[in-house]
Protein backbone atom coordinates (compact mmCIF):
# COMPACT_ATOMS: atom_id res chain seq x y z
CA UNK A 1 0.00 0.00 0.00
CA UNK A 2 3.00 2.43 0.91
CA UNK A 3 4.26 2.25 -2.53
CA UNK A 4 1.22 2.06 -4.86
CA UNK A 5 0.29 4.83 -6.46
CA UNK A 6 -2.88 5.60 -6.63
CA UNK A 7 -4.43 3.59 -3.81
CA UNK A 8 -7.54 4.32 -2.91
CA UNK A 9 -8.64 2.89 0.84
CA UNK A 10 -12.99 1.99 1.02
CA UNK A 11 -13.35 1.68 4.65
CA UNK A 12 -16.51 -0.92 5.04
CA UNK A 13 -19.56 -0.18 7.35
CA UNK A 14 -18.83 -3.49 9.58
CA UNK A 15 -15.74 -1.52 11.40
CA UNK A 16 -17.63 0.41 13.48
CA UNK A 17 -19.66 -2.38 15.09
CA UNK A 18 -17.29 -3.34 17.26
CA UNK A 19 -15.71 -1.79 20.25
CA UNK A 20 -13.43 -0.04 18.44
CA UNK A 21 -14.80 1.01 15.35
CA UNK A 22 -14.49 4.78 16.13
CA UNK A 23 -10.96 4.82 17.02
CA UNK A 24 -10.21 2.19 13.72
CA UNK A 25 -12.09 4.04 11.13
CA UNK A 26 -9.91 7.49 12.31
CA UNK A 27 -6.63 5.18 11.67
CA UNK A 28 -7.24 4.32 8.69
CA UNK A 29 -8.54 7.53 7.49
CA UNK A 30 -4.88 8.92 8.62
CA UNK A 31 -3.22 6.85 6.02
CA UNK A 32 -3.60 8.60 2.84
CA UNK A 33 -2.44 11.59 5.10
CA UNK A 34 1.00 9.34 5.55
CA UNK A 35 1.61 8.30 2.28
CA UNK A 36 0.32 11.15 0.28
CA UNK A 37 -2.27 9.55 -1.30
CA UNK A 38 -5.25 12.24 -0.22
CA UNK A 39 -4.22 14.49 -3.31
CA UNK A 40 -3.22 12.12 -5.52
CA UNK A 41 -6.19 11.52 -8.40
CA UNK A 42 -7.97 8.35 -7.44
CA UNK A 43 -6.35 7.91 -4.17
CA UNK A 44 -7.67 8.41 -0.67
CA UNK A 45 -10.13 7.17 1.43
CA UNK A 46 -13.86 6.98 1.62
CA UNK A 47 -16.31 6.23 4.71
CA UNK A 48 -19.08 8.14 2.77
CA UNK A 49 -20.12 10.80 0.49
CA UNK A 50 -23.56 11.40 1.50
CA UNK A 51 -22.07 15.10 2.40
CA UNK A 52 -22.58 16.31 -0.82
CA UNK A 53 -25.64 16.42 -0.33
CA UNK A 54 -26.29 17.39 2.83
CA UNK A 55 -29.56 19.36 3.46
CA UNK A 56 -30.94 21.58 6.44
CA UNK A 57 -31.55 18.90 8.74
CA UNK A 58 -32.22 21.05 11.44
CA UNK A 59 -35.49 22.62 9.94
CA UNK A 60 -37.00 19.24 9.67
CA UNK A 61 -35.65 17.64 13.18
CA UNK A 62 -36.34 21.07 15.33
CA UNK A 63 -33.58 20.73 18.15
CA UNK A 64 -34.41 24.39 19.02
CA UNK A 65 -38.02 22.85 20.33
CA UNK A 66 -36.34 20.70 22.78
CA UNK A 67 -34.46 23.43 24.03
CA UNK A 68 -34.75 24.28 27.59
CA UNK A 69 -36.17 21.11 28.29
CA UNK A 70 -34.46 17.83 30.23
CA UNK A 71 -36.25 15.32 27.80
CA UNK A 72 -34.43 12.18 28.16
CA UNK A 73 -32.58 10.51 25.45
CA UNK A 74 -32.18 6.68 25.13
CA UNK A 75 -29.69 5.18 22.72
CA UNK A 76 -31.44 2.13 20.85
CA UNK A 77 -28.46 -0.28 21.14
CA UNK A 78 -29.55 0.04 24.94
CA UNK A 79 -32.99 -0.27 24.99
CA UNK A 80 -33.23 -3.75 26.48
CA UNK A 81 -31.50 -2.30 29.48
CA UNK A 82 -33.64 1.09 28.91
CA UNK A 83 -36.97 -1.39 29.01
CA UNK A 84 -35.84 -3.26 31.95
CA UNK A 85 -33.23 -1.02 34.41
CA UNK A 86 -33.99 2.78 33.43
CA UNK A 87 -34.95 4.61 36.81
CA UNK A 88 -37.70 6.04 36.20
CA UNK A 89 -39.17 3.34 34.31
CA UNK A 90 -39.58 3.62 30.44
CA UNK A 91 -43.87 3.34 30.59
CA UNK A 92 -44.52 3.86 26.93
CA UNK A 93 -42.64 2.87 23.85
CA UNK A 94 -43.89 4.43 20.17
CA UNK A 95 -42.23 2.12 17.45
CA UNK A 96 -41.76 3.50 13.66
CA UNK A 97 -39.92 2.38 10.84
CA UNK A 98 -38.00 -0.10 12.98
CA UNK A 99 -38.17 -3.59 14.31
CA UNK A 100 -36.71 -3.56 17.50
CA UNK A 101 -37.64 -7.41 18.47
CA UNK A 102 -35.30 -8.53 15.61
CA UNK A 103 -32.21 -5.74 15.00
CA UNK A 104 -31.78 -4.39 18.23
CA UNK A 105 -28.68 -6.20 20.18
CA UNK A 106 -28.86 -8.12 23.53
CA UNK A 107 -32.75 -9.40 22.15
CA UNK A 108 -33.55 -11.62 24.43
CA UNK A 109 -33.63 -8.54 27.10
CA UNK A 110 -35.19 -6.38 24.30
CA UNK A 111 -38.33 -8.81 24.06
CA UNK A 112 -38.08 -9.21 27.86
CA UNK A 113 -38.94 -5.53 27.96
CA UNK A 114 -41.45 -5.53 25.65
CA UNK A 115 -43.61 -8.17 27.49
CA UNK A 116 -44.15 -6.08 30.29
CA UNK A 117 -47.63 -5.94 31.72
CA UNK A 118 -47.03 -2.10 32.25
CA UNK A 119 -45.16 -0.67 28.82
CA UNK A 120 -47.50 0.43 26.73
CA UNK A 121 -46.71 0.22 23.53
CA UNK A 122 -47.84 1.35 19.83
CA UNK A 123 -46.06 0.21 16.90
CA UNK A 124 -46.98 1.91 13.35
CA UNK A 125 -45.54 -0.22 10.11
CA UNK A 126 -46.48 -1.78 6.97
CA UNK A 127 -46.68 -5.64 8.64
CA UNK A 128 -47.29 -7.17 11.43
CA UNK A 129 -43.65 -7.13 12.71
CA UNK A 130 -42.40 -9.10 15.09
CA UNK A 131 -42.33 -5.79 17.79
CA UNK A 132 -46.22 -5.03 16.31
CA UNK A 133 -47.02 -8.54 18.24
CA UNK A 134 -45.76 -6.87 21.67
CA UNK A 135 -48.15 -4.01 20.76
CA UNK A 136 -51.15 -2.96 22.84
CA UNK A 137 -51.98 -0.51 19.13
CA UNK A 138 -51.08 -1.24 15.79
CA UNK A 139 -51.14 1.53 13.35
CA UNK A 140 -51.16 0.43 9.84
CA UNK A 141 -48.91 2.98 8.05
CA UNK A 142 -47.99 3.48 4.11
CA UNK A 143 -45.33 2.29 1.42
CA UNK A 144 -43.07 4.51 -0.12
CA UNK A 145 -45.14 4.11 -2.99
CA UNK A 146 -47.67 6.11 -1.47
CA UNK A 147 -45.56 8.92 0.32
CA UNK A 148 -44.19 12.20 -1.16
CA UNK A 149 -40.44 11.96 0.26
CA UNK A 150 -37.17 13.07 -1.14
CA UNK A 151 -33.84 10.60 -1.42
CA UNK A 152 -30.56 11.18 -1.24
CA UNK A 153 -27.27 8.46 -1.13
CA UNK A 154 -24.50 7.56 0.89
CA UNK A 155 -22.82 7.30 -2.94
CA UNK A 156 -24.02 8.99 -5.43
CA UNK A 157 -24.82 12.28 -6.22
CA UNK A 158 -28.13 12.56 -7.08
CA UNK A 159 -31.05 13.53 -5.20
CA UNK A 160 -34.62 12.16 -6.04
CA UNK A 161 -37.99 13.31 -5.28
CA UNK A 162 -40.26 10.41 -4.43
CA UNK A 163 -44.17 11.16 -5.64
CA UNK A 164 -46.81 8.97 -4.75
CA UNK A 165 -47.93 5.83 -7.51
CA UNK A 166 -50.74 4.63 -5.30
CA UNK A 167 -53.55 6.36 -3.08
CA UNK A 168 -53.12 5.40 0.85
CA UNK A 169 -54.66 1.50 1.43
CA UNK A 170 -57.28 1.95 3.44
CA UNK A 171 -56.49 3.62 7.24
CA UNK A 172 -53.13 3.80 6.48
CA UNK A 173 -50.97 6.81 7.14
CA UNK A 174 -47.55 7.80 6.28
CA UNK A 175 -45.34 8.80 9.58
CA UNK A 176 -45.90 13.02 8.77
CA UNK A 177 -49.63 12.50 8.79
CA UNK A 178 -49.75 10.18 11.62
CA UNK A 179 -47.88 12.86 13.66
CA UNK A 180 -50.03 15.80 12.33
CA UNK A 181 -53.29 13.95 13.51
CA UNK A 182 -51.49 13.04 16.91
CA UNK A 183 -50.64 16.73 17.41
CA UNK A 184 -53.57 17.58 16.95
CA UNK A 185 -55.69 15.12 18.61
CA UNK A 186 -53.53 16.45 21.63
CA UNK A 187 -53.68 20.34 21.09
CA UNK A 188 -50.70 21.28 20.20
CA UNK A 189 -50.85 24.49 17.74
CA UNK A 190 -47.85 25.22 16.76
CA UNK A 191 -46.90 25.59 13.07
CA UNK A 192 -44.48 22.80 12.78
CA UNK A 193 -47.09 20.26 13.52
CA UNK A 194 -48.83 21.56 10.69
CA UNK A 195 -46.25 21.39 7.87
CA UNK A 196 -47.19 19.55 4.92
CA UNK A 197 -44.14 16.92 3.32
CA UNK A 198 -44.04 19.00 0.51
CA UNK A 199 -43.56 22.18 2.99
CA UNK A 200 -40.97 19.95 5.03
CA UNK A 201 -39.39 19.30 1.66
CA UNK A 202 -38.77 22.82 0.53
CA UNK A 203 -37.54 23.65 4.11
CA UNK A 204 -34.56 20.71 3.63
CA UNK A 205 -33.73 22.65 0.39
CA UNK A 206 -33.38 25.77 1.88
CA UNK A 207 -30.97 27.48 4.18
CA UNK A 208 -28.61 24.53 4.26
CA UNK A 209 -25.33 26.08 3.32
CA UNK A 210 -24.08 23.44 1.02
CA UNK A 211 -22.73 24.97 -1.93
CA UNK A 212 -22.95 21.43 -3.96
CA UNK A 213 -26.73 22.19 -3.79
CA UNK A 214 -27.32 25.11 -5.40
CA UNK A 215 -29.49 25.48 -8.00
CA UNK A 216 -31.83 22.62 -6.19
CA UNK A 217 -35.26 23.31 -5.23
CA UNK A 218 -38.63 22.02 -4.75
CA UNK A 219 -39.84 23.33 -8.48
CA UNK A 220 -36.69 22.32 -10.17
CA UNK A 221 -36.86 18.88 -8.47
CA UNK A 222 -40.62 18.32 -8.88
CA UNK A 223 -39.90 19.08 -12.47
CA UNK A 224 -37.03 16.54 -13.14
CA UNK A 225 -37.53 14.37 -10.62
CA UNK A 226 -33.80 13.30 -9.88
CA UNK A 227 -30.89 16.11 -9.74
CA UNK A 228 -27.26 15.83 -9.54
CA UNK A 229 -25.31 17.73 -6.81
CA UNK A 230 -22.39 19.95 -8.23
CA UNK A 231 -19.11 18.03 -7.35
CA UNK A 232 -15.88 18.77 -7.69
CA UNK A 233 -13.60 16.35 -8.75
CA UNK A 234 -10.66 17.48 -7.00
CA UNK A 235 -9.72 18.58 -3.64
CA UNK A 236 -8.96 22.32 -3.06
CA UNK A 237 -9.11 24.88 -0.17
CA UNK A 238 -9.25 24.64 3.83
CA UNK A 239 -10.36 20.79 5.45
CA UNK A 240 -13.17 21.04 7.92
CA UNK A 241 -10.61 21.38 10.52
CA UNK A 242 -10.18 23.20 13.45
CA UNK A 243 -6.58 24.21 12.16
CA UNK A 244 -7.41 23.77 8.87
CA UNK A 245 -5.24 20.93 7.97
CA UNK A 246 -4.90 17.23 8.23
CA UNK A 247 -4.93 16.50 12.34
CA UNK A 248 -3.27 13.42 12.74
CA UNK A 249 -2.52 14.58 16.63
CA UNK A 250 -6.46 16.44 17.28
CA UNK A 251 -6.60 18.71 20.12
CA UNK A 252 -10.11 18.08 19.65
CA UNK A 253 -10.70 14.46 20.07
CA UNK A 254 -8.33 15.06 23.07
CA UNK A 255 -10.54 17.84 24.17
CA UNK A 256 -13.63 15.15 24.51
CA UNK A 257 -11.86 12.08 26.18
CA UNK A 258 -10.15 10.45 23.38
CA UNK A 259 -6.58 9.81 22.15
CA UNK A 260 -5.54 12.28 20.42
CA UNK A 261 -3.51 10.29 18.12
CA UNK A 262 -4.54 7.23 16.41
CA UNK A 263 -4.25 4.28 19.11
CA UNK A 264 -4.73 0.57 18.93
CA UNK A 265 -7.08 -0.29 21.49
CA UNK A 266 -7.89 -4.09 21.84
CA UNK A 267 -11.71 -5.70 21.99
CA UNK A 268 -13.40 -6.16 24.98
CA UNK A 269 -12.50 -9.73 26.40
CA UNK A 270 -15.13 -9.77 28.78
CA UNK A 271 -16.19 -13.48 28.06
CA UNK A 272 -14.07 -16.55 27.95
CA UNK A 273 -15.71 -18.17 24.87
CA UNK A 274 -13.78 -19.47 21.94
CA UNK A 275 -15.26 -17.35 18.29
CA UNK A 276 -15.76 -14.34 17.80
CA UNK A 277 -19.29 -13.89 16.26
CA UNK A 278 -20.41 -11.56 13.53
CA UNK A 279 -23.86 -11.89 12.76
CA UNK A 280 -23.23 -9.88 9.26
CA UNK A 281 -26.20 -8.96 6.64
CA UNK A 282 -27.26 -11.19 3.67
CA UNK A 283 -27.96 -10.98 -0.01
CA UNK A 284 -31.62 -10.88 0.02
CA UNK A 285 -32.39 -9.49 2.97
CA UNK A 286 -32.38 -5.35 4.59
CA UNK A 287 -31.94 -5.65 8.02
CA UNK A 288 -35.15 -7.44 9.01
CA UNK A 289 -36.81 -6.08 5.72
CA UNK A 290 -37.91 -8.66 3.29
CA UNK A 291 -37.37 -12.08 5.79
CA UNK A 292 -40.89 -12.14 5.94
CA UNK A 293 -41.13 -12.61 2.08
CA UNK A 294 -41.11 -16.01 0.34
CA UNK A 295 -38.93 -15.34 -2.68
CA UNK A 296 -36.52 -13.54 -0.73
CA UNK A 297 -36.53 -16.39 1.68
CA UNK A 298 -36.31 -19.34 -0.77
CA UNK A 299 -33.25 -16.95 -2.36
CA UNK A 300 -31.16 -17.19 0.83
CA UNK A 301 -32.59 -20.24 1.65
CA UNK A 302 -31.59 -21.52 5.62
CA UNK A 303 -29.65 -19.66 7.94
CA UNK A 304 -26.30 -20.08 8.28
CA UNK A 305 -23.33 -20.17 10.35
CA UNK A 306 -19.77 -20.39 8.38
CA UNK A 307 -17.07 -21.97 10.54
CA UNK A 308 -13.53 -21.88 9.37
CA UNK A 309 -12.58 -25.64 8.40
CA UNK A 310 -9.34 -25.65 11.19
CA UNK A 311 -12.35 -25.10 14.41
CA UNK A 312 -14.53 -27.23 12.62
CA UNK A 313 -12.29 -30.22 12.42
CA UNK A 314 -11.03 -29.42 16.38
CA UNK A 315 -14.83 -28.94 17.53
CA UNK A 316 -15.69 -32.33 15.68
CA UNK A 317 -18.16 -30.17 13.37
CA UNK A 318 -19.12 -31.33 9.39
CA UNK A 319 -20.20 -28.86 6.42
CA UNK A 320 -24.24 -28.80 6.68
CA UNK A 321 -24.34 -30.20 10.79
CA UNK A 322 -26.67 -27.95 12.75
CA UNK A 323 -25.25 -26.80 16.04
CA UNK A 324 -26.14 -24.40 18.99
CA UNK A 325 -24.43 -21.03 19.19
CA UNK A 326 -24.74 -19.86 22.46
CA UNK A 327 -23.49 -17.53 25.30
CA UNK A 328 -24.42 -16.18 28.81
CA UNK A 329 -27.16 -13.84 26.60
CA UNK A 330 -28.97 -16.47 24.39
CA UNK A 331 -28.84 -19.30 22.14
CA UNK A 332 -29.88 -20.09 18.44
CA UNK A 333 -29.33 -23.17 16.13
CA UNK A 334 -27.67 -22.73 12.75
CA UNK A 335 -26.90 -25.09 9.62
CA UNK A 336 -22.67 -24.83 9.50
CA UNK A 337 -21.38 -24.27 6.29
CA UNK A 338 -17.71 -25.28 6.87
CA UNK A 339 -14.38 -23.83 4.56
CA UNK A 340 -11.76 -21.10 4.41
CA UNK A 341 -13.96 -17.97 4.00
CA UNK A 342 -13.94 -16.98 7.48
CA UNK A 343 -10.72 -16.89 10.13
CA UNK A 344 -9.86 -19.36 12.07
CA UNK A 345 -11.74 -18.05 15.52
CA UNK A 346 -14.50 -16.34 13.99
CA UNK A 347 -17.87 -17.76 12.89
CA UNK A 348 -20.30 -15.65 10.85
CA UNK A 349 -23.97 -15.58 10.16
CA UNK A 350 -25.53 -14.07 7.88
CA UNK A 351 -29.66 -12.51 7.97
CA UNK A 352 -31.85 -11.42 10.51
CA UNK A 353 -34.46 -13.67 10.16
CA UNK A 354 -37.78 -13.00 11.15
CA UNK A 355 -39.50 -15.51 13.76
CA UNK A 356 -40.83 -18.92 12.87
CA UNK A 357 -42.50 -21.48 14.42
CA UNK A 358 -39.96 -24.18 15.89
CA UNK A 359 -37.29 -21.94 14.47
CA UNK A 360 -34.63 -20.67 16.52
CA UNK A 361 -32.24 -18.79 14.58
CA UNK A 362 -32.72 -15.24 16.56
CA UNK A 363 -29.01 -14.44 16.31
CA UNK A 364 -29.24 -10.81 18.31
CA UNK A 365 -30.21 -13.38 20.98
CA UNK A 366 -26.19 -13.33 21.06
CA UNK A 367 -25.34 -9.56 20.58
CA UNK A 368 -23.87 -7.34 23.21
CA UNK A 369 -25.80 -4.41 24.07
CA UNK A 370 -22.38 -2.61 24.66
CA UNK A 371 -21.39 0.93 22.75
CA UNK A 372 -18.66 1.67 20.70
CA UNK A 373 -15.91 3.87 21.23
CA UNK A 374 -17.56 6.82 19.55
CA UNK A 375 -20.48 7.64 18.40
CA UNK A 376 -22.83 5.86 20.75
CA UNK A 377 -22.94 3.00 17.66
CA UNK A 378 -23.76 -0.58 18.64
CA UNK A 379 -20.72 -3.66 19.00
CA UNK A 380 -22.51 -6.16 16.93
CA UNK A 381 -19.54 -7.70 15.41
CA UNK A 382 -17.64 -8.05 19.21
CA UNK A 383 -19.43 -10.70 21.05
CA UNK A 384 -18.02 -14.16 21.59
CA UNK A 385 -19.76 -17.04 21.54
CA UNK A 386 -19.56 -21.02 21.65
CA UNK A 387 -20.18 -23.48 18.73
CA UNK A 388 -21.07 -27.46 19.85
CA UNK A 389 -22.96 -29.88 17.28
CA UNK A 390 -26.47 -30.93 18.06
CA UNK A 391 -27.23 -34.55 17.72
CA UNK A 392 -29.23 -35.52 15.29
Request: contains cysteine.
Amino acid sequence: YGQTSPAFIRIGNGIQHHDNGGMCVRTIACLPALTGQWLVRGGGAIKGNKGFLEHNKSALQRPDLLADKNTRVINMNELGKALLEANPPVKSLFVYTSNPAIVAPDGNKVRQGLAREDLFTVVHDLFLTETARYADIVLPATSSYENMDFYTSYWHHYIQLQKPVLAPYGESKSNTELFRLLAAAMGYDEPAFRDSDEEMIRQALQGHGNPHLEGIDFETLAERNFMKAKVDSYFAGRLATPSGKIELYSQAMADRGYPALPTYTPLLTDDAYPYRFIPGPNHNFLNSTFSNNDKHVKMEKIPRLHMNSADALAAGIADGDTVRVWNERGECELVVSVGENVLPGVVVSQGLWADAPQAKHYVNALTPDRVADMGGGATFFSGRVDVVKLAK
